[in-house]
C-alpha cells in the first residue's frame, strides 16, 4: 500500500499546514490523509521571529475537500475498506484530514511559556509533532497547561486530558511518576468535582494498564 | 531540618494546625513530636498534640478508591497530599528570637520562653535539630543539666535543670511496672553527681541503695555503687542487709519516745483506729509527757481505768489505743530505750552532706514505712527551720544550710487529703524550698495525694497510667493540660514518660536514659573515691591486716 493515501495510522505523523488558527488555537491540514497527530499529542508551529507556539491536538476530522460535497458510499460487491481507496484512486485527492490543537504554551528567546502566546500562529506555517526531547522539556516546567486543555471549548476535555496525560507519559520513559504528577495537578483542578476527576483518572490508568 | 509542611490555622488558645507535606509519611508523625515553626521574627517551638486526616472534598469521602486494583492504587497515590491530606496540631510552648530574622531583639528575646505570639500563616513547620534541643533543654553539662532522656523518635539528649529542679518538691508518678523506681534511680544519680541537693532515700524496697534486678532479672547497680563513700546505706533490718551482702553504714532503731501523736495520726488507716482512740493519745501525751507510749503500754487494766477516770479518758479508746501501740511497739526496730542514737549519725551524714539511703529490709509493710519515714522527716524537718532561721539571723553564707531532697514511696499513704494537713510531709511539700528541703515524690496513685500539694510538685514526672483520676491529678494547675492529656495517654507502658514542669523550658515526651554501664561510667567519674571506700569497708569487715 503506498503511503499516499495513509490510512494506515500506525504509520509516522506528518507534517500539517496551518490553516485557521486564532488566539486559543489553530487548524491544520494533515499533509497526508489520515495523516493526523495523535489526539492528545503536542504539536508545534515554528514562526520567523523566533516564536514557537505549542498545541495539543484536540479534534481530528477527515471530510470532503469541498464544504458543499459531502462524501459518498464507495464500496460494492466485495470491494470494501481498503479495496475502495485502491479503485478509487482519487479519494485522496478530494477527501482530506483537518485537526484542531489547543494553544497551551510557547517557547521564546529559549524560555518556556505556559500561557498563551502574543501572536498567533500564521497561516500556512508547518505544524509538526514534537519530539519526545522537547515534551520532556516542556512538561519539566510545569503542568500548567492542563488548566489550558480543561478550559478548551467544543472539545471533548475531559478525553482530552486523559489521551495528553497518557500520550505524555509514555513518550516521556518514566510514565508512573508522570501519571501521578499530572493525577496530582489535576486533583488540584479539579478539586470540586471528585467524580470528574476519578473519571479522568480511571482513563489514564486503563490504556497504561500496568500501573501498580 | 526536614520540612514537615506549612502552617495553615490556628490559634494561640486552640492551638496551630498545619498542613503535613504529601511527601512526609505521616505515620513517622507521631504525637508528642517536637517541632519547630520559624516566623518571621521568632522561632516557635511546638508539640504535635493531634494528627488529623481531611479532605478538600467530602464526596472522596463517599466514594473512596479502595480496590486494591491498578485504577485504585493510582487513585490512592494521586489523592494522597492533594485531595486527601494530613492536618498536624500543634501546641505553641515556647518562642525564641529568631537569629537569622533582620530585627533587633532584647535580651529577654534570646532565651526560651512561653509562647505568647503565633507565627504568621504558610509559615515552615519543621522537626527540631539537636541544635534547637540544646537551645531549650540545655547540654548535659555534669553540673546544671542532667541528661534524663532522649525524644521518642530522636537520638538528641532532653536534659533536666538540676538547679529548678530542687528548687521545688517533684513527682515521679506512674502505674506499677512502669520503671518508676528505675527514673528514680536515674534522676538521683543526676542529683548526686551535680552535688544539687543532699538526698535521703526512704528505700521501701532496698533497691536504691546497693544493687537491685531490673524487670528482666539483670543485676544493676545502686548508689552505692556508683558514688561510693558519698552515699551511706542505713538500715532498719540489719539481717537482711546482711543477707544480701551488703554492710549498711548502721542500723536505725526508733526510740517508742520519739513517737508523737502525730505519728498515730498518719497512722490512723494502718492501725484501723477510730477517731476516738486518735483523742485519746492526746490525752496520754499531754498528761504522760514524751514517754506516753511506753507507759501506756506498762498500765495494767486497773492503771489504765484508773488513769482513764482520773483524766476523764474513754476507758475502750484508751484500750484500742494500746493494743494498737503494740503493734509499734512489737517492730523489730523500735526500743524502749537507746543507748547509742543511729539515727542522730545518719542526721549527721546529711548535714555533712553524705547522700544517705534507709533501707527497710524485710520491714516493708507500710506500717513500718510510714512510721519510720516521718518521724526521721519529722526531726529532720525541725533540724533544717532551725538551720534556716540561724542562716536568716546570721546571713552568713556558711550558714546556708543544705538543700535536702527527701524520696518517698507510696507517697499518697503521707500525702493524702487527710495526711497532707498533718504530717511533715505535707509541710515541706506545700512550704516548697523556703526551709531547704523538698520531696521526690515517687507514687502510682497520685490521684491520692491532696490537691493542694499536688499543685505545688514543682517537676512531674510520669510514666504511663491508665486512670483517668490519676492523668487528672498530674495536670492539677498545669495550664493547657488537655493537650497534654492524650500525649500521656500514648505513653508505652516501658521506658517511656511525660516530663512538666519547672525543671523542664516545656513539656517533653522521652524515653528514659537507659540505666546500664555506659551511664554507670558517665554518672561515677570519681573512681578513686570509690576504690578508697571499698578498701576502708574491706578494713572494717576483715581488719587491717
Known amino acids: 500500500m503506498s503511503a499516499l493515501n495513509g490510512v494506515h495510522t500506525d504509520q509516522p505523523a506528518q507534517d500539517g499546514e496551518v490553516i485557521e488558527a486564532s488566539t486559543t488555537e489553530f487548524l491544520a491540514q494533515a499533509q497526508q490523509l489520515d495523516g493526523a497527530p495523535p489526539f492528545g499529542s503536542f504539536v508545534q508551529v515554528a514562526t520567523d521571529d523566533g516564536l514557537t507556539i505549542l498545541g495539543v491536538v484536540a479534534h481530528v476530522q477527515t471530510s470532503g475537500i469541498d464544504p458543499g460535497a459531502r462524501a459518498i458510499m464507495r464500496g460494492h460487491d466485495d470491494v470494501r475498506d481498503d479495496l475502495i481507496y485502491q479503485e478509487n484512486p482519487d479519494l485522496p485527492l478530494v477527501l482530506r484530514t483537518t485537526y484542531r490543537a489547543l494553544v497551551v504554551g510557547f517557547t521564546e528567546g529559549g524560555s518556556i511559556y505556559q500561557f498563551l502566546p502574543p501572536r498567533p500562529a500564521r497561516l500556512h506555517y508547518s505544524v509538526t509533532q514534537c519530539s519526545a526531547a522537547a515534551v520532556k522539556t516542556f512538561t519539566d516546567t510545569g503542568l500548567d497547561y492542563l488548566g489550558a486543555l480543561l478550559a478548551g471549548s467544543e472539545v471533548p476535555t475531559d478525553e482530552l486530558l486523559a489521551a495528553n496525560i497518557r500520550v505524555t507519559a509514555s513518550m516521556r520513559g518514566e510514565p508512573q511518576a508522570f501519571l501521578q504528577h499530572a493525577g496530582k495537578e489535576l486533583a488540584q483542578l479539579l478539586h470540586t468535582d471528585y467524580g470528574r476527576l476519578t473519571a479522568i483518572l480511571k482513563r489514564c490508568v486503563l490504556a497504561q494498564g500496568t500501573y501498580a | ?545
Open chain 2, 1 to 545: 531540618m526536614t520540612r514537615l509542611g506549612l502552617l495553615v490555622a490556628g490559634s494561640l488558645s486552640e492551638g496551630l494546625a498545619a498542613r503535613l507535606d504529601p511527601t512526609v509519611p505521616i505515620e513517622d508523625v507521631r504525637l508528642g513530636k517536637f517541632v519547630k515553626i520559624v516566623g518571621q521574627k521568632y522561632e516557635y517551638f511546638c508539640l504535635v498534640t493531634d494528627v488529623q486526616l481531611d479532605s478538600a472534598n467530602a464526596e472522596v469521602l463517599r466514594d473512596p478508591p479502595g480496590d486494591p486494583d491498578a485504577v485504585d492504587v493510582f487513585l490512592r497515590h494521586v489523592l494522597s497530599g492533594t485531595t486527601t491530606y494530613a492536618i498536624v496540631k500543634l501546641k505553641p510552648e515556647l518562642m525564641l528570637a529568631n537569629t537569622s530574622a533582620d530585627v533587633d531583639f532584647e535580651e529577654a528575646d534570646l532565651v526560651p520562653r512561653p509562647a505568647r505570639s503565633i507565627p504568621p500563616h504558610f509559615s515552615n513547620v519543621s522537626e527540631a535539630t539537636t541544635a534547637d534541643f540544646e537551645r531549650i533543654f540545655g547540654r548535659d553539662d555534669g553540673r546544671n543539666h542532667f541528661q534524663i532522656g532522649q525524644p521518642i523518635d530522636m537520638d538528641v539528649p532532653v536534659c533536666l535543670d538540676l538547679r529548678r529542679f530542687v528548687e521545688r518538691s517533684n513527682g515521679v508518678f506512674g502505674k506499677s511496672g512502669t520503671g518508676k523506681s528505675f527514673l528514680t534511680r536515674l534522676i538521683l544519680c543526676g542529683v548526686i553527681k551535680a552535688q544539687a541537693a543532699v538526698n535521703l532515700i526512704f528505700d521501701m524496697h532496698s533497691e536504691y541503695g546497693w544493687s537491685a534486678k531490673n524487670e528482666n532479672g539483670v543485676e544493676v547497680k545502686g548508689l552505692s555503687q556508683l558514688f561510693g563513700g558519698r552515699v551511706a546505706v542505713y538500715t532498719l533490718d540489719m539481717e537482711s542487709s546482711r543477707g544480701r551482702g551488703i554492710k549498711p553504714a548502721g542500723e536505725i532503731k526508733i526510740a517508742l519516745r520519739d513517737l508523737s501523736v502525730s505519728d498515730i495520726t498518719l497512722l490512723q488507716d494502718e492501725l484501723k483506729l477510730h477517731r476516738t482512740a486518735v483523742e485519746a493519745a492526746t490525752l496520754c501525751e499531754d498528761k504522760l509527757g514524751d514517754d506516753w507510749a511506753a507507759q501506756l503500754l506498762d498500765m495494767d487494766g486497773d492503771a489504765l481505768a484508773e488513769f482513764a477516770v482520773k483524766n476523764a479518758g474513754n476507758m475502750n479508746s484508751l484500750q484500742a489505743l494500746r493494743s494498737k501501740l503494740r503493734l509499734i511497739d512489737r517492730l523489730p526496730f523500735v526500743e524502749r530505750s537507746l543507748r547509742r542514737s543511729t539515727l542522730d549519725e545518719l542526721i549527721g551524714q546529711l548535714e555533712r552532706g553524705h547522700h544517705v539511703v534507709l533501707e527497710f529490709g524485710r520491714q516493708r509493710n507500710l506500717l513500718a514505712y510510714i512510721l519510720a519515714a516521718n518521724l526521721i522527716t519529722r526531726r529532720l524537718h525541725e533540724l533544717w527551720v532551725k538551720k534556716t532561721e540561724t542562716y536568716w539571723a546570721t546571713k552568713d553564707e556558711a550558714d546556708r544550710p543544705r538543700p535536702l531532697m527527701i524520696t518517698i514511696e507510696e507517697a499518697h499513704k503521707f500525702l493524702n487529703a487527710d495526711a497532707a494537713r498533718q504530717t511533715t510531709f505535707g509541710t515541706i511539700a506545700r512550704e516548697l524550698r523556703k526551709f531547704y528541703v523538698t520531696l521526690l515524690v515517687v507514687d502510682q496513685r497520685p490521684s491520692g495525694i491532696d490537691a493542694e500539694v499536688l499543685s505545688q510538685i514543682g517537676t512531674r514526672i510520669t510514666c504511663q497510667l491508665n486512670d483517668e483520676r490519676d492523668i487528672d491529678a498530674i495536670f492539677t494547675g498545669v495550664s493547657g493540660g488537655a493537650h497534654l492529656r492524650t500525649v500521656l495517654a500514648t505513653l508505652d507502658s516501658r521506658e517511656q514518660a511525660l516530663l512538666l514542669g519547672h525543671a523542664v523550658p516545656m513539656p517533653m515526651m522521652i524515653r528514659t536514659r537507659k540505666y546500664d554501664t555506659s551511664f554507670y561510667a558517665a554518672v561515677a567519674t570519681d573512681n578513686a573515691e570509690i576504690i578508697a571506700f571499698r578498701s576502708r569497708r574491706y578494713e572494717e569487715i576483715f581488719g587491717n591486716e
